[in-house]
């Protein structure tokens, strides 16, 4: 946002036929409005703040879409709901950093794959958005378990695989209807097998783990270049640079508008790409997968890396082949933001699942993470690495209010989400089921219908 | 007796040679015995030459038996996984480690993971550190869709001797995804199926060494070998299928055929719960399967299991589902627990849930008696759990196995050990 803002004070100085820096616009903005609500207070709960810190039978006030306090004994203000929350939990809305849903749509035809545009190692032109069929029923099952922001990134198969967007699992018709408003850009990133595995198999440049880098450091140069053009035809005017796709998503990159978001598993490789952010001049966001994390805490908290992880997963590729479940906990402890992240529609309706199972791996091994702790694994820090730290992932006064009610601990796997508000309005109620799906493509088939 | 050991010190005991193989008593357990509805609060647990001897509240140990003190911890049988790739995958992307399918292959039902099973494997001793007492190594792929082959029950002892039994179950797949083996129609996967049966049916093993019969068009001789023990229905049909249609039919197929089937995977199997109850059809499911993640499961639905349950169909639970696929060779246990865990959640009673993990198995898998119970004379495949098993938050404290403690230890608790001191390197928690 600084680079826009700096932009337009000398764009505003600037003779009027400028043409202005094209990569920090966005031509696709968000069409997302908050459904009607009414202002809520829920009583009695343990609350989870996602700061770290956890309320007994404590209160909860939401008012025009934001929240407005947390204490004990509230007064409800007129008109507002009244929600018994006794025995219930409540935590921030959990926020998936890494999804495919809707670009990787159910069920899984080849006709709805859409995840990697898988015909370039680079591919930062392409945006995950223009895949996102809304209908995705992966959506409304998100929003069922909790999930009120989600990420959905490009795959894995391109080093530079294209830009990733923020989007409400709410039930919309369009893309734009869904999008977070105003969320910072992404940029997804590959290290080690898939892309010269892909590449490679075909012949073709990357056929290994130097070749990845080399692909990196080439596209960051030119992006360097790119911006450099810009930065000069801003100060000085002449011929505008020719647009490309994409260096603006790059160059972006480089302006520190677009977060990085690197799908990598080895630490060795990490170690590598920080030292390839450091020589090009940008910040690697997060590491997404990242099983080996637990052996570079040090590396990673110093270059303020966040990492992405699952609970468990290890050992279905050799690149994941040391994934331990402690890694979460182990890093945690070492000071590094830590995320639970899906991958899939499957353990995007288990991310508070996902933090129990890795929090219990942590206490197995000694380390005590109560579930105030564990649950910013899907909450503020995800928040944090979106960007989105200003607006939702606490329960801080005048935070979004993306809330969920809980019927138990949300690290058991006996809780269900009861209710989950996104800015306030109650988009879904477990004691009542809903008429119908959300999803177009759900509706009206005999197969999930009661047999006559 | 000898000195009652804690708990929190065994999993770093190294398990016993046979040769010694101690007497074990674990003494104060809360025992899910599963042969009554209620646990036995303060049982003993004796396990003598690899057998339960007894499960007896509030008994004294016996003098020579070394005590356990579960300190009234959840006590259970070991757990089963119906369907998995350990044993037979090490490295799932890597295709030198996996054994689980064959392509271009003369071996169709003939083809038999037996040969395949290596007992060092990395899956087989995590499965075992979490409590994964037997499971089935379940093949994929074979020369002759819709066979997919023949899968082994395994026992995971510690050791190379993890087979128990091969040839345990014929596995055969069906549906949209599984048609291009057949040449696109599952209806020509039900053809080719009930041709095989007939054609083996018709097939007789020469005892004179001369040619065999005639009959003999589609199937060769290995997998019409192959296919006698279901005939004589000593070998159950695995049937793989996730729609209703597919259900039904596999339901035809053993009313025609005269065969046991089982169905694995089921997403829609809720829609003929009274008919596979009625042909007592036992369902093989995954809990974590809730969406359509092909148009065979469209009616995929979080409580099948409990709706299947309540219906009087015996079910067990796998990770068959295609988001769980990781978990079908990794964290077999673990997950397992948790996939149960979530069909409590979802309507299912704790205790059937627990069976679905133990008992059912068992007697899906015609060992009922032998295992899947804690009760005199069963193997003592047997697991002490902090927390609640079907908790996340829960994990095995002790795992016995043929009545020995076996050792907890894996890679990934090598890997923790080397590592742990690196990551607590001090640093101000934010």
């Not at chain 1, 992006?223 to 810009?230: F, P, T």
């Not at chain 2, 005991?13 to 040769?19: D, N």
């Not at chain 2, 696109?184 to 040619?211: M, T, V, Y």
Request: hydrophobic share 45%; with cysteine; net charge negative.
């Amino acid at each position: 946002m600084i680079a826009v803002l700096g932009w337009l004070v000398i764009g505003a100085a600037a003779p009027a036929t400028r043409v202005p820096r094209p990569y920090p616009s966005d031509p696709f903005p968000s069409t997302y409005r908050p459904a009607p609500s009414t202002d809520v207070l829920i009583r009695g709960a343990v609350v989870l703040d996602g700061l770290g810190h956890r309320f007994d039978d404590e209160d909860l006030l939401l008012q025009n879409g934001k929240v407005v306090a947390l204490g004990k004994r509230l007064v409800a203000p007129a008109g507002a709901q009244v929600i018994d929350a006794q025995g219930r939990w409540v935590t921030p809305g959990i926020i998936d950093v890494h999804s495919h849903d809707g670009d990787f749509a159910l069920p899984l035809t080849s006709d709805n794959t859409d995840t990697n545009e898988s015909t370039d190692w680079n591919t930062a032109n392409v945006w995950a958005e223009h895949s996102v069929q809304p209908m995705d029923p992966a959506f409304s099952r998100a929003l069922a378990s909790g999930v009120t922001a989600l990420q959905v990134l490009p795959g894995s198969v391109n080093l530079f695989g294209g830009r990733g967007v923020v989007l409400k699992p709410i039930s919309a018709v369009t893309m734009q209807a869904m999008k977070f408003p105003g969320a910072p850009y992404s940029l997804k990133m590959a290290c080690g097998e898939n892309p010269k595995f892909f590449y490679g198999g075909k012949g073709r440049f990357p056929a290994t783990r130097m070749g990845n880098v080399a692909g990196y450091r080439e596209a960051w140069l030119a992006a360097r270049r790119y911006k450099a053009d810009w930065d000069k035809y801003e100060r000085y005017g002449g011929e505008p640079p020719k647009r490309d796709l994409k260096l603006d998503t790059l160059a972006g990159v480089l302006d520190g508008d677009i977060r990085v978001h690197m799908h990598c598993y080895k630490a060795d490789e990490m170690a590598v790409v920080l030292d390839v952010a450091r020589e090009m001049g940008y910040r690697v966001t997060a590491f997404h997968h990242a099983t080996d994390a637990y052996k570079i805490p040090v590396l990673l908290r110093q270059s303020g890396t966040c990492v992405a992880v699952w609970a468990d997963w290890w050992g279905f590729k050799v690149e994941a082949e040391d994934g331990i479940p402690e890694n979460a906990a182990l890093l945690d402890a070492a000071g590094v933001c830590v995320m639970m992240h899906s991958d899939s529609p499957a353990i995007g309706q288990h991310l508070n699942l996902e933090a129990g199972k890795a929090a219990a791996a942590g206490r197995r091994a000694g380390l005590d993470i109560p579930p105030e702790r564990a649950i910013r694994w899907v909450t503020s820090n995800p928040a944090e690495a979106l960007g989105l730290a200003d607006r939702i992932g606490t329960l801080e006064p005048g935070k979004n209010a993306d809330v969920v009610i809980w019927s138990a601990n949300p690290l058991s796997v006996y809780s269900h989400a009861d209710q989950v508000f996104i800015d306030g309005a109650l988009l879904y109620d477990r004691s009542k089921p809903a008429a119908g799906p959300s999803s177009d493509f759900e509706l009206g088939r005999a197969a999930s219908e009661l047999p006559q | 007796m000898k000195k009652a050991l804690v708990l929190a010190t065994l999993a770093a005991l190294l398990p016993c040679a046979p040769a010694h193989a101690e007497t074990i008593a674990i003494v104060h357990a809360k025992a899910y015995t599963l042969t009554a509805a209620e646990p036995i609060e303060d049982a003993t647990i004796v396990m003598r030459e690899g057998r339960i001897e007894s499960v007896v509240a509030h008994a004294p140990a016996p003098a020579d038996a070394r005590v356990v003190d579960a300190t009234g911890r959840i006590v259970t049988p070991g757990l089963f996984n119906s369907a998995t790739g350990v044993g037979l995958v090490e490295v799932s992307s890597t295709d030198d480690t996996v054994d689980q399918a064959v392509k271009a292959s003369p071996l169709g039902a003939a083809f038999d993971v037996q040969y395949a099973l290596n007992g060092n494997g990395e899956p087989v001793r995590q499965a075992r550190a979490e409590g994964v007492a037997r499971a089935i190594a379940l093949p994929t792929g074979s020369g002759g869709a819709p066979f997919l082959g023949q899968g082994a029950l395994i026992h995971l002892l510690p050791g190379m001797s993890i087979l128990e039994r091969p040839g345990a179950v014929m596995v055969v797949g069906i549906g949209g995804s599984a048609s291009s083996g057949v040449g696109g129609s599952r209806s020509a996967a039900w053809q080719i199926l009930r041709n095989a049966l007939d054609e083996s049916r018709a097939f007789k093993r020469p005892a004179d060494g001369r040619e065999a019969t005639p009959r003999d068009q589609l199937l060769n001789h290995l997998d019409a070998e192959a296919l006698q023990p279901v005939l004589s229905r000593q070998v159950p049909l695995l049937i793989q299928a996730e729609r209703e249609s597919d259900i039904r039919q596999a339901i035809r197929l053993m009313e025609d055929e005269n065969v046991r089937v089982i169905l694995c995977g089921g997403a829609e199997a809720w829609r003929a719960a009274d008919a596979l109850a009625a042909h007592h059809i036992p369902v093989i499911l995954d809990p974590f399967a809730d969406m359509p993640d092909s148009f065979d499961q469209l009616g995929a639905r979080l409580d099948n299991a409990a709706l299947l349950q309540r219906a009087g169909v015996l079910i067990a639970f796998a990770l068959t589902d295609t988001f769980s696929s990781v978990y079908k060779t990794y964290n077999a246990g673990g997950v397992l627990r948790e996939a149960a865990g979530l069909s409590v959640a979802n309507g299912l009673p704790w205790i059937e849930a627990l069976k679905a993990l133990t008992l059912n198995p068992a007697s899906i898998w015609g060992a009922a008696g032998h295992f899947g119970a804690l009760a005199a004379g069963e193997d003592a495949d047997v697991v002490i759990w902090e927390g609640d098993p079907l908790d996340v938050s829960g994990w095995p404290a002790a795992v016995f196995l043929a009545g020995q403690p076996v050792s907890l230890r894996t890679r990934q608790t090598a890997l923790l050990d080397r590592y742990r001191s690196a990551a607590s390197t001090p640093a101000p928690r934010p």
